[in-house]
């Protein structure tokens, strides 16, 4: 697999895969050679780490060793053959950075044991990356690009072992050698990120840059004069960038700027000063929300309709989701700085929401904001605010304007009504977020609103829709009024929910009688958790309405018309479940029903096969008779029906 040694056989491999077998990537038959050949090395490795490792460890230093006189052939001037060698080893260290890559969870696992290996094995790498910045070698060429790219990536593949690092230093042994190897990545890091340097190295520069920032908690990151230089900067860096890679840029510096919070003993003085220059933060990326709005014919004149706005809203709603977002499991202390460093944006928010509700791009990140929202500080945000912008999206889209979104080209209208949904679903799911008069109101535009736009076909709506509904009862139970003696106190949320139980199991009852396997399968294991948790099949609204002999015979249905075949023993462990509440009313009342109604039999079929069906109320031996019925059941039918005649064909030797 290396060049340098194979560069025969190599070259000998085909160039590309036959057309038909050729993958997604149109990757090469060498490139899937040494692939295959890596995943071969790590599975040794996992048996032999040391081993494998005290191989690759020559052949690393070997190639560096090579790979440092570049800048002298540089100079000098390559020939021919120097310039074919330069290029195997150029190939060759990015398959040795990989596997370093793919092996680090040994240096994780075995820290102790491994460390001064690890950490020689890092400084080198950190090593070459100076070297390849210093003679900017990454834009000499796509392969040295890749190379580079590779580097950074390998390089990041050692986050996890920084964390350990850093964590066995709190004691005050090792501190400033950790802040020297951090000061050396980050120093070679930054001056990666700029526009003008090949793709693969600026994507690869950030990456690394986000999760070091994330995942290694350094309190002293502000301090490291590249990082430093990089935050003050930031907005003039990440301005040409991709969104994508600004989301990740911006979330690097808000998670810095928190770190040094989650210290218990952070000083008063220290923590005022975070907050300060983390509302400034903030402020800088909001403000664009301000400045957009006081352009003079912005709403008058539809200025907030042009491409250049919308993409500028986009932008800005898709830099603070990922900031939130990137808060969800940190202190609540770094949850109150963050939202208030963003609270007065909200009502800003919430106008724009009123603006751009026929622009479903803009409105879907606008919602995926919310959501961040819910999802990462919903203590923050309180009950109020929750009441208030819930009120809001239900107002505005619902009737004909929530018809419209869903019927916008290119499924963007799809977008942004399943990103409602999920900021329902997680409002519903978490507790003190949902008041008195806010889960009727969810739970009616759920039914009222967004079912009756559904339809077999809208997958993308359904799944997360009949979540919510599902949700709903698992985490609001007692407001269903599932039995009619609901207790005086929750006796007025109960009657705004009157009848919604029915209509949400007549729901899951008209999914069960669709082609939508997954679907079916979903609801029937709500159904099944529903009546775990809540013993859903023995409520009055289960049993007394009728509802359980009309999914009974549902379920019983779609097993003789074999469309579900591969849900065939969870359907009859839910028949079982259902008939178990009773099974004097399942084999007295409901079978002899079922039979009779049953088409494709004869009077005397119908009576010899439910003679024989057994009144075993154990669960195996009744699947067991429910699997015999239908495959009696289909026998029957099937014979009944007339045989296709065979065509006569010629005797081929016959003339």
């Known amino acids: 697999m290396l060049w340098m040694e194979n560069s025969q056989q190599l ?64 100079k000098s001037g390559f020939s021919q053959e120097e310039s074919k060698q330069m290029g195997y080893v150029f190939k060759d260290f990015m398959t040795i950075f990989e596997l370093f890559g793919m092996m680090t969870e040994h240096f994780v696992y075995d820290f102790e044991g491994r460390f001064d290996v690890a950490k020689n094995l890092f400084t080198n790498l950190l090593n070459v990356g100076t070297y390849i910045q210093n003679f900017g070698l990454f834009g000499m060429g796509p392969e040295l690009a890749s190379l580079t790219g590779s580097l950074l990536s390998t390089l990041h593949s050692f986050n996890q072992w920084l964390v350990i690092y ?27 990120i700029k526009r003008e340097h090949p793709q693969i190295v600026y994507t690869s520069a950030c990456h690394l840059l986000h999760s070091i920032s994330t995942t290694v908690n350094y309190p002293n990151l502000l301090q490291i004069p590249a990082f430093g230089g990089f935050v003050h900067s930031v907005s003039l860096i990440s301005s040409t960038f991709p969104v994508s ?47 957009i709005q006081q352009i003079q014919g912005f709403v008058d004149n539809k200025i907030f309709a042009s491409e250049e706005v919308s993409h500028k809203v986009i932008r800005i709603f898709d830099i603070l989701s ?4 990137s808060e969800k499991s940190e202190s609540q202390q770094s949850k109150l700085i963050l939202y208030n460093a963003i609270n007065d944006i909200f009502p800003m928010s919430l106008s724009l929401f009123r603006l751009y509700i026929l622009f479903p791009k803009v409105l879907s990140s606008i919602l995926q ?40 080209k290119d499924k963007t209208g799809i977008t942004v009504v399943n990103n409602l949904i999920q900021i329902l679903t997680h409002i519903i799911q978490t507790p003190g977020l949902v008041s008195d008069s806010l889960l009727p109101s969810i739970v009616s535009f759920s039914l009222d609103q967004l079912y009756p736009l559904t339809t077999e076909d809208s997958t993308e709506i359904l799944t997360p829709l009949f979540t919510l509904l599902t949700q709903s009862l698992m985490n609001h139970w007692k407001y269903f009024n599932m039995d009619n003696n609901s207790p ?9 929910l009157s009848g919604r139980a029915t209509l949400i199991l007549n729901a899951y009852h008209k999914s069960f009688q669709q082609h939508d396997i997954d679907i079916f399968r979903m609801n029937l294991d709500a159904l099944e958790e529903l009546n775990n948790i809540h013993r859903l099949y023995q409520r009055a609204v289960f049993v007394q309405t009728g509802f359980s002999f009309e999914l009974l015979r549902t379920l019983l249905t779609t097993l003789i018309a074999k469309t579900h075949n591969l849900l065939r023993e969870e359907i009859i462990n839910v028949i079982y479940n259902i008939a178990s509440v009773k099974f004097e009313a399942f084999y007295k009342q409901f079978m002899p029903l079922f039979m009779e109604h049953s088409p494709g039999l004869t009077v005397d079929q119908k009576t010899f096969l439910l003679t024989n069906f057994g009144n075993e109320m ?37 003339k």
Do not use: W
Not at 265 to 288: C, D, P
Not at 488 to 496: K, L, P
């Open 322 to 325: 990922s900031i939130v977002m």
């Open 245 to 291: 890679i600004q989301c990740e840029l911006y979330t690097s510096v808000s998670f810095a700027l928190l770190v040094p919070v989650q210290n218990r003993n952070i000083s008063a003085l220290l923590l005022a000063n975070i907050r300060t220059q983390y509302t400034e933060f903030m402020k800088s990326i909001t403000k664009g929300l301000t400045e």
């Open 618 to 654: 154990d669960h195996p031996t009744f699947n067991q008779n429910i699997n015999n019925l239908i495959n009696d059941i289909c026998f029957y039918v099937s014979a009944k029906q007339p045989q296709k005649k065979k065509k006569k064909t010629l005797n081929p030797q016959k």
């Open 369 to 408: 904001f919310f959501l961040a929202l819910f999802e990462a500080i919903p203590s923050q945000l309180g009950v109020q605010f929750t009441q208030q912008t819930i009120g809001t999206f239900l107002e505005l889209l619902a009737g004909d304007q929530l018809a419209n979104v869903v019927r916008m």
């Open 11 to 74: 070259t000998n491999l085909d160039n590309l895969r036959e057309k038909e077998n050729e993958d997604d990537e149109g990757e090469t038959e060498v490139e899937s050679f040494i692939k295959r050949s890596q995943s071969l090395i790590i599975k040794i490795a996992e048996l032999f780490p040391d081993k494998v490792l005290n191989n690759l460890f020559p052949l690393f230093f070997q190639y560096m060793d090579k790979f440092l006189k570049v800048d002298q052939l540089i």
């Open 488 to 496: 005086s106190n929750i006796s007025r949320i109960s009657s705004a």
């Open 166 to 192: 850093n964590s066995r230093t709190k004691d005050g042994s090792g501190i400033e050698e950790f802040g020297a190897i951090l000061n050396q990545e980050l120093t070679l890091v930054v001056p990666f």
